[in-house]
């Protein structure tokens, strides 16, 4: 499973780290980002929360 995060979408609101930050994190422009390649085992449901959660739905996961 990946996560990956629209830059263009996202406005920096923390959301996705707040939920799971094993696998969001700040990026150099200080928006989200997906910092593994893959979603680690046990971390599925926290990823898709985020997803569901994020105001834009700057997050995909696939």
Not at 4 to 20: F, K, M, N, P
Not at 27 to 47: F, L, M, R, T
């Amino acid at each position: 499973m990946k996560a990956v995060v629209d830059q263009d979408l996202c406005i920096s609101c923390g959301a996705c780290i707040d939920v799971c930050p094993e696998v969001f994190d700040w990026n150099d422009e200080e928006k989200a980002h997906a910092i593994v390649d893959e979603v680690p085992e046990g971390q599925e449901d926290q990823a898709r929360e985020a997803a569901d959660g994020c105001p834009t739905e700057a997050i995909k996961i696939s």
